[in-house]
């Protein structure tokens, strides 16, 4: 097992990976956080699901960060399981 910290992302970030999508576009929105992770083309705004850890791999920058209030009211409360 990695002792590498897991990469904190919130919903709305933009990333930029490091291979451009067959549009052309390497801005992707993060609309879906879990073990796979939704993004969003900027370009053409087709939706995919990445996994955490090849995300992690590709990512090259962040464009922008999201909004931790909006993460924070979708994540489940670890206190009660909910």
Not at 22 to 28: E, N
Not at 44 to 59: A, G
């Amino acid at each position: 097992m990695s002792a590498r910290p897991v990469l904190e992302l919130l919903l709305g970030d933009v990333v930029r990976l490091k291979r451009p999508h067959p549009c052309g576009g390497t801005d992707w929105r993060v609309d879906r956080l879990g073990a796979d992770i939704g993004l969003r083309c900027l370009s053409c705004n087709r939706h995919v699901l990445v996994e955490r850890r090849q995300l992690e791999r590709r990512l090259e920058a962040f464009v922008s960060r999201g909004d931790p209030a909006l993460t924070a009211a979708v994540r489940p409360d670890p206190a009660t399981g909910a």
